[in-house]
Nanobody, 123 residues
Framework: QLQLVESGGDSVQAGESLRLACAASGVGLANYAIGWFRQAPGKEREAVSCIDNLGADTQYLDSIKGRFTVSRDNAEDTAYLQMNDLKPEDTAVYSC????????????????WGQGTQVTVAS
């Protein structure tokens, strides 16, 4: 059974960078797209980025385009979210989840959610 664990969250100042990792265990990542999601206090969860199983297709939330980059290393069964020029509005719990092959509907196609990692950006 696929299990995902996020890491890399931290408290940083605005303008700084973080790299989040989403590590798989139980089953290899090669057949799964990985989606990154975030949820800020009092807000609904939103889809931030996604990368398909081969890394050929990547998708980004408009507000993070040009600042965040999603990538993956199937040999290491890990996906990454590089976050640059962080802003206070990026503060949230970031989670990863899997979808079969392609980046599907963020509301229905993702499963094996990780526990999340906290990102806090101070102004």
């Amino acid at each position: 059974q696929l299990q995902l664990v996020e890491s890399g969250g931290d408290s940083v100042q605005a303008g700084e960078s973080l790299r989040l990792a989403c590590a798989a265990s139980g089953v290899g990542l090669a057949n799964y797209a990985i989606g990154w999601f975030r949820q800020a206090p009092g807000k609904e969860r939103e889809a931030v980025s996604c990368i398909d199983n081969l890394g050929a297709d990547t998708q980004y939330l408009d507000s993070i385009k040009g600042r965040f980059t999603v990538s993956r290393d199937n040999a290491e069964d890990t996906a990454y979210l590089q976050m640059n020029d962080l802003k206070p509005e990026d503060t949230a719990v970031y989670s990863c989840a899997a979808a079969l092959w392609l980046c599907g509907d963020p509301k229905s196609d993702f499963f094996s959610w990780g526990q999340g990692t906290q990102v806090t950006v101070a102004s």
